[in-house]
């Protein structure tokens, strides 16, 4: 496993002006705040970023031709490439919980041409990133990084030394 500290530094002899970052935030209640955190630091970094969702995903990549497009969903990686065959596609999963560890390798292994499609492919655990490890002789899975779950990151960002309680509660962990 990699890590990168600098990503610009390592983009740097690809761009030669401010480079451009689609993400498209797939569910709201799931991926909003993460990726608004994203959004932060890549722009920290000195990219134009702009947040995408389903309904103007066409017009970005047609309009805006960003160099760099993230997303969460493996199936459109097709549609992008033909819609911006030069931008460097990344994959951030969605949803790291899968049934068994090696879901979405045998998924992506099944799919193998539209997995080829990505520059870079960020799992949710070393879990995972094992289920594509039977298929290194198969699969460039050089281009695979753990980077954690992103809500894990965004609870890390919150101020909690900074939150006063007047008085006590009691808060339930669920989906709604």
């Known amino acids: 496993m990699k890590l990168v500290t600098n990503f610009k530094e390592t983009l740097k002899p690809i761009f030669s002006s401010k480079p451009r970052v689609f993400i498209r935030v ?12 994203l959004k932060e630091i890549l722009e920290s970094f000195g990219f134009e970023v702009f947040l995408g969702c389903t309904r103007n995903i066409n017009f970005c990549l ?12 493996f199936k459109l990686a097709k549609f992008i490439k033909k819609k911006c065959p030069s931008a460097f596609l990344i994959f951030l999963e969605g949803e790291g919980f ?3 560890d090696d879901d979405r390798a045998n998924y992506c ?3 193998k041409t539209e997995f080829d499609l990505y520059d870079l492919f960020l799992l949710w655990g070393d879990a995972q990133l094992k289920g594509f490890r039977k298929f290194k002789k198969l699969i460039n899975i050089d281009k695979i990084f ?6 894990v990151d965004l609870a890390s960002f919150l101020p909690i030394n900074e939150i006063k309680h007047k008085r006590k509660s009691l808060g339930f962990l669920c989906r709604f």
């Open 26 to 37: 797939h569910s709201v209640r799931r991926d909003a705040g993460y990726n608004l955190i």
């Open 62 to 73: 047609t309009f805006w031709k960003p160099d760099i497009v993230i997303i969460s969903t």
């Open 98 to 100: 899968q049934v068994n």
């Open 109 to 111: 292994f099944k799919h």
């Open 146 to 151: 753990v980077v954690r779950n992103p809500k």
